[in-house]
C-alpha cells in the first residue's frame, strides 16, 4: 500500500515532477501566446505546460454564457466588454437572461485582491492574451504571479489548457431558451438577491482592520513580548497577506492595526512575512529598483507590529536560482550551479555568493533594526543552492561536499550576517524539505545562534477507518508530536540549540475554506503535548493564515498552565452551563474531525477546499486533480490509499 506522508513525496509520486514542486516553470514548457488582441502587440512567453483542450462548461448555453456568469460582479462590465468586443449592455442583457442582478462595478480593494479567482475561473474559458485583458495586467506581471503567488502555476495542475478566443455573438433563441431555465432555478433558488444587502466580498478584512473593542475575557492569558524579554514564540501568518511581493503596495498592508491588536488579544507575539531578499537587499546577483521604497514600507510594518508587542520575521528560500541565460552567470561562471528546467542554483559553494548573502542580511539587519529575525527552508521549494533539490553531486564545486555542508552552508552565512549587524535578530531553521538521511549531519553543523523548526505531526503513525498511513503536514486531526520531531529536536537540544514546533492552529488543507474549525481540543491537546515534551516556541501555521480565533487563545491558554474548560470559561464568562456546553461542543467537533481520511495525497486533490463549488461533471475530463486548486473528476486521487468503499 501506498504510504506516502509528505508534500515532496505525493508530487513526486503523481507525476508531476520536478516543476510541480514548487520550481521555476520549465523553460522548454513556454510558448509564445497569442498576440494582444486589443493591442496587437506580442506577449512575452508564458507558462504552458502539457497544454490539452479546456474543458467546456456545457451546463450554460455557450462559453460566452459561463464567462459572463463567472465573472459578473467580480470584474467591472467595461471589462468584460472589452474582452468580449462588444458593449457593456449587451453584456447586462445576457446576464440579466440568467437571472443575475446588476451589479455595482467592484472596488479597488476587490480588484486587487480578486486576482487569483479571476484567474482561476477563466482558466479553462480565455487564452492568455484575453485573460491579460480581463486583469488588466501585462504578460510579465501574470507570470510573476504564476510563479511566485504561492506557486499558483502548479495549483493550476502545471498546465495553461488550450482556449479557443473568445468573442461576442448574439444569442441564438436555443441558448436565450437555456439562458431563461438558468434564471428560473436562480429565481426557486435565491429569491433574496439584493445585492445593496449583501456583505461585500472582503469585507472581513474592513472587520478585521478595525480597532478592537475590549470585551470580558478577552486579553492573552500568558506571557507576550511586551511584558516579558523572553516570551514562548507565538508566530502566525496575516490571514489575508498577498503572496509575491506584499510590501510594494501600502494599499495592501498585510499585517493593519486592527488585525495586529486582535492577534495580541489571543496570544501571538510574532507575525511572518514571505519575501525575496533581492527585493530588500543589494546582492551581486540581482538588482532591483524598489529596495529603499520596500525597506520603508517594512521599517514601518516592524515598529506597528512592535507597538502592539510582535516581533516581524522574514521568510527566506535564498538564493534564487536564475535563467541560464542571466549575464550574471557569463560575468561569473562559477557562480552557476545545477540546472533544473532552463534555470541555474546560483551555487553557494562560490566564495562570492556565500559573502553576499551574508552581506546583504547584515545590510538589511541595519536598515530594519525591529526585526525580530528570520526563518529559512533550505532545501526545498524554489530551486536555491545546489543541494536544494537533491542535484548537488553534478556541480563540480558541490559534489566535493556533503549535503548537510551545503544546506547548513546558508544558515550560517544568515547567521553571519545576524551577527555582523549586531545580534538583535532570531535566526528559525526550518528542517521542511531535509532528507531523513541527512537531517542530522544538517543539525550538527547548524550555526550556534540558529534555532530548529518542525513539523510536530510529521511521521506520526495514524489509522483511519482501519487504513494505516502515517501524516506528513497539515494535520489538526492527527495530534502530534510525531517521530520526526522528536528526533530532530533531541539533536537540536543535544547542541543547546533551541528548537521551534511548527503547527497548523487554525485551519489546514483538510478544511481550509473556513476561517478557523472548531476543534479545540485537539488543539488543546497537541499543545500540551508539546508543552511536556518541553517544546514551548510555536510557528502557528503556514501561507492558509492564522485567523484571531479561539484556536489561537488555546494555545495562550494551555502555555500558561491552563485546560480546555479553563478556556471556556474565560470565553464565555462566569456562566457555568454556557461555559460547559462550549467545551462539550469543541471536544464532540474534536473527536469527528479525528475521524478525517487523512493523507497528504487526498488534503491536496481531495474537493476539500472548493466543495459544491467543483462542478459535477458528465463525462470523464482526462484531468488529474490540481494541488489544492481544481479537483475536477479525479477520484482516485482524491481517495488516494483509502478504497472505494
Not at 522548454?28 to 479546456?54: I, M, Y
Not at 501571538?268 to 519575501?275: D, I, R, S, T
Not at 526545498?380 to 547548513?408: F, M
Request: charged share 20%; with cysteine.
Amino acid at each position: 500500500m501506498n504510504r506516502l506522508s509528505s508534500r515532496r513525496e505525493f508530487l513526486v509520486s503523481t507525476g508531476w515532477g520536478l516543476a510541480a514542486l514548487g520550481f521555476p516553470p520549465a523553460a522548454g514548457l513556454l510558448g509564445a501566446v497569442e498576440p494582444d488582441g486589443n493591442s496587437g502587440a506580442p506577449v512575452t512567453v508564458l507558462p504552458e505546460g502539457a497544454a490539452r483542450a479546456a474543458l467546456e462548461a456545457g451546463w450554460f448555453p455557450n462559453r460566452m454564457h459561463a464567462f459572463i456568469w463567472r465573472n459578473q460582479g467580480l470584474v467591472a462590465m467595461d471589462r468584460l466588454a472589452a474582452v468580449l468586443g462588444c458593449t457593456e449592455e449587451e453584456v447586462a442583457g445576457v446576464a440579466r437572461g440568467m437571472g443575475l442582478e446588476k451589479c455595482d462595478p467592484p472596488g479597488e480593494t476587490l480588484r486587487r485582491r480578486s486576482h487569483l479567482t479571476i484567474i482561476r475561473r477563466n482558466w479553462h474559458l480565455l487564452p492568455y492574451d484575453q485573460l491579460l485583458v480581463l486583469l488588466g495586467w501585462s504578460a510579465e506581471q501574470l507570470a510573476y504571479t504564476l510563479r511566485e503567488d504561492d506557486f499558483f502555476f502548479i495549483k493550476l495542475g502545471s498546465l495553461k489548457p488550450r482556449c479557443a478566443p473568445l468573442r461576442w455573438t448574439a444569442p441564438t433563441d436555443a441558448e436565450k431558451v437555456r439562458a431563461g431555465e438558468i434564471a428560473r432555478l436562480v429565481e426557486a433558488h435565491f429569491p433574496q438577491r439584493d445585492n445593496a444587502a449583501r456583505d461585500p466580498l472582503f469585507s472581513f478584512i474592513d472587520k478585521l482592520k478595525a480597532p478592537l473593542a475590549a470585551a470580558p475575557g478577552s486579553g492573552p492569558k500568558g506571557r507576550n513580548a511586551a511584558t516579558d524579554p523572553h516570551p514562548p514564540l507565538r508566530m502566525g501568518y496575516s490571514y489575508f497577506a498577498l503572496c509575491g511581493d506584499p510590501l510594494l503596495d501600502p494599499a495592501l498592508d498585510p499585517f493593519p492595526d486592527g488585525l495586529l491588536e486582535r492577534l495580541a488579544a489571543v496570544g501571538e507575539n510574532a507575525v511572518w512575512l514571505h519575501v525575496e531578499l533581492p527585493h530588500l537587499s543589494s546582492v551581486p546577483w540581482s538588482e532591483d529598483a524598489n529596495i529603499q521604497k520596500r525597506r520603508a514600507a517594512l521599517t514601518e510594518l516592524a515598529a506597528r507590529a512592535g507597538r502592539h508587542g510582535i516581533k516581524l520575521f522574514l521568510y527566506f528560500n535564498e538564493p534564487r536560482a536564475l535563467t541560464k541565460m542571466s549575464p550574471v552567470f557569463q560575468a561569473h561562471p562559477d557562480w552557476r550551479g545545477v540546472e533544473e528546467n532552463g534555470y541555474h542554483a546560483v551555487c553557494t559553494s562560490a566564495p562570492a555568493v556565500r559573502d553576499g548573502l551574508r552581506d546583504a542580511v547584515a545590510d538589511l539587519c541595519r536598515a530594519v533594526p525591529d526585526l525580530g529575525g528570520f526563518f529559512t527552508i533550505t532545501a526545498s521549494e524554489n530551486l536555491t543552492h545546489c543541494w536544494s533539490h537533491g542535484q548537488g553531486a553534478k556541480c563540480p564545486r558541490c559534489r566535493e561536499k556533503s549535503a548537510g555542508e551545503v544546506i547548513a552552508g546558508v544558515s550560517l552565512a544568515i547567521a553571519e550576517g545576524i551577527r555582523l549587524a549586531g545580534g538583535s535578530q532570531r535566526y528559525l531553521a526550518w528542517d521542511w524539505g531535509w532528507p531523513d538521511d541527512q537531517a542530522l549531519d544538517i543539525i550538527a553543523r547548524l550555526p550556534a545562534m540558529a534555532e530548529l523548526v518542525s513539523v510536530s505531526e510529521w511521521a506520526l503513525p495514524i489509522n483511519r477507518g482501519g487504513v494505516e498511513s502515517t501524516v506528513g503536514e497539515y494535520s489538526i486531526s492527527s495530534i502530534g508530536p510525531g517521530p520526526r520531531a522528536r528526533r530532530h529536536w533531541e539533536a537540536a537540544r543535544k547542541r543547546g540549540l533551541r528548537v521551534v514546533a511548527k503547527i497548523q492552529c487554525g485551519n489546514t488543507w483538510e478544511m481550509s475554506a473556513v476561517p478557523w474549525l472548531p476543534v479545540l481540543e485537539n488543539i488543546t491537546r497537541h499543545a500540551t503535548a508539546l508543552r511536556e515534551a518541553g517544546v514551548n516556541d510555536i510557528m502557528l501555521g503556514w501561507t492558509l493564515g492564522c485567523h484571531p480565533s479561539p484556536n489561537l487563545a488555546a494555545i495562550d491558554e494551555i502555555g500558561s498552565g491552563g485546560s480546555l474548560e479553563t478556556l471556556a470559561l474565560r470565553r464565555h464568562g462566569p456562566d457555568q452551563p454556557t461555559a460547559t456546553a462550549a467545551a462539550i461542543f469543541w471536544s464532540a467537533c474534536s473527536s469527528a474531525f479525528r475521524e478525517f481520511p487523512y493523507h497528504i495525497g487526498t488534503v491536496y486533490s481531495a474537493p476539500l477546499q472548493m466543495g459544491p463549488a467543483n462542478p459535477l461533471w458528465p463525462a470523464p475530463t482526462g484531468y488529474a486533480a490540481c494541488m489544492v486548486g481544481i479537483p475536477y473528476d479525479d477520484l482516485p486521487a482524491w481517495r488516494s490509499i483509502y478504497p472505494p468503499e
